[in-house]
């Protein structure tokens, strides 16, 4: 019976995909299924990150897919699949593909893209995105206090950033600090294994705790001219690729409504309780439908702006929305989910412990959902309720 069940993507979406993009999206489900799922739980247990994964990830040749020719509907259901599988190495994969390799592509010169890009989008080199800091991170964009002094063809950087995901191990770093003479914001290509640049990873964690997040320290960094980005001028080109992750992470609220809901269906079906299925009662019904009705909901949302920005036609205020709405309903779908399960719920032996602890990190990161309730409030009314 269960492999007649429909499948929580209720309405088809993924139907919209053309044929050779729904071919690859079935063999990225098939790796995530042999090479991620089976091990997932056991990384997250032990905050370990699995590094001889990288080899094969890079053998899904879907370093930035848009630069491939494929649509934004397929980018972000890539998004969703990695994330229904382990929120972690989608997360990994965002900061790396979708922050770090498009950087090289939006704003690297052409030696730097020589020097660097092939390297990076067969993960032979790793990256990581250097923006938040110890005391700013919605306001970072006024409050940035990393600062880049020229000194002839040598920038000497000082300052903190915190939360760098793949900040442990990267090889290079999209570092974004203030000109202390223009007061404009900066990127360079840090190479991590500088001087001066001290890596701390955060402990303790209770979400994620695959990836590795790391405080990074830097005192009187020398980093070249030469890895400087020519092609940023200001914190809006960090806006241009702020835009693109916050909107694959509501592909990932996406991603975690489908695993929660797939554990749930699964527990359901198979627990038994006076006698039956769980499945069988009304109000774990109810549950499963309003979970259901969650993630049909969000991947709505998600694929008309998976449209929007076919058209060239996405703004932050769309990105705000999807991120704030998708999240919140994620919010929702994990609670029920754990719910059904009831005391095996919070242990992660059963899956969905593990979803709901990480569902807190993808409401929380690329904007916190107040933040972004107000960027959609400003949208709406034409007035600031935080500048």
């Known amino acids: 019976m269960e492999s007649q069940l ?40 032990r905050a370990e990150f699995p590094h001889a994964l990288l080899p094969e990830l890079a053998g899904l040749q879907l370093s930035t897919p848009l630069q491939q020719g494929y649509s934004h509907l397929f980018s972000g259901l890539v998004i969703a699949e990695m994330t229904r599988a382990d929120t972690s190495i989608a997360t990994f994969f965002m900061v790396h593909h ?17 020097r660097l890009l092939q390297d990076a989008m067969d993960l032979r080199i790793t990256g990581a995105f250097a923006l938040t ?12 206090t990393t600062t880049a002094t020229r000194d002839g063809d040598t920038w000497i950087i000082n300052g903190a950033k915190r939360w760098i995901g793949n900040g442990t191990f990267c090889d290079y770093m999209l570092l974004w600090a203030r000109d202390t003479e223009t007061g404009g914001v900066r990127g360079f290509i840090l190479d991590a294994t500088l001087p001066g640049v001290t890596r701390t990873a955060i402990a303790n964690k209770t979400a994620l705790r695959t990836v590795q997040n790391a405080d990074i320290t830097l005192t009187d960094v020398m980093v070249p001219d030469a890895d400087r980005f020519a092609g940023v001028d200001s914190f809006d080109d960090t806006r241009q690729l702020l835009l693109g992750s916050r909107i694959l992470v509501g592909w990932q609220a996406v991603g975690q409504q489908l695993a929660a809901f797939d554990v749930a269906r699964q527990y359901a079906l198979e627990r038994h309780q006076f006698g039956r299925p769980i499945a069988g009662f009304q109000l774990v019904q109810d549950q499963l439908v309003t979970m259901m009705g969650n993630t049909t909901a969000s991947l709505a949302v998600m694929a008309r702006v998976a449209d929007l920005q076919a058209q060239g036609a996405s703004d932050m205020a769309q ?62 009314t034409g007035i600031s309720a935080f500048t």
């Open 133 to 144: 800091e110890p005391l700013h991170g919605s306001d970072v964009a006024g409050g940035m």
């Open 319 to 380: 990105a705000a929305f999807a991120k704030s709405f998708t999240t919140a309903r994620m919010r929702e779908t994990v609670a029920l989910g754990r719910g059904i399960l009831g005391g095996n719920g919070i242990v992660t032996d059963y899956g969905m412990a593990k979803v709901f602890a990480d569902a807190e990190a993808v409401y929380t990161y690329e904007g916190s959902y107040e933040i972004n309730a107000l960027i959609v409030g400003r949208a709406l």
């Open 98 to 114: 979708d922050l770090f390799v498009q950087a090289l592509h939006s704003f690297g010169n052409e030696e730097q893209k020589a």
């Open 6 to 45: 429909p499948t929580a993507d209720f309405l088809g979406f993924e139907s919209l995909l053309a044929a050779h993009e729904r071919e690859k999206l079935q063999d990225v489900r098939d790796f995530l299924a042999k090479e991620v799922s089976p091990r997932a739980t056991e990384w997250w247990n």
